[in-house]
Nanobody, 121 residues
């Protein structure tokens, strides 16, 4: 089985920073694109940042210049470095990845369980 486990969330004051980590483990053959999404109470889940297997990145307009996504394929990790956090960044942050397992010839989407980020004003 494949698991994605997020960590690094917490409570931070506005203007502060946090780094989220996502660890992929299990029967992994290869990892394609990885991304971070977030869902605030009463709102739909939205894409925050994504990174392809070749390192190309994309960001939501609301986080451009403040958040940086990166990955370490050797360790099966993805990161989201968040600076200049705002109260509106408060949400549960989810990691997702396109993963081909050792038992499949196609990639499937996998999701982590989420980590809470709360930014106080």
């Amino acid at each position: 089985q494949v698991q994605l486990v997020e960590s690094g969330g917490g409570l931070v004051q506005a203007g502060g920073s946090l780094r989220l980590s996502c660890a992929a483990s299990g029967n992994i053959f290869s990892i394609g694109a990885m991304g971070w999404h977030r869902q605030a109470p009463g709102k739909q889940r939205e894409l925050v940042a994504a990174i392809t297997s070749s390192g190309s990145t994309d960001y939501a307009d609301s986080v451009k210049g403040r958040f940086t996504i990166s990955r370490d394929d050797a360790k099966g990790l993805a990161y989201l470095q968040m600076y200049s956090l705002k109260p509106e960044d408060t949400a549960v942050y989810y990691c997702n990845a396109e993963i081909r397992t050792t038992l499949s010839i196609v990639r499937s989407q996998f999701w982590g369980q989420g980590t809470q980020v709360t930014v106080s004003s």
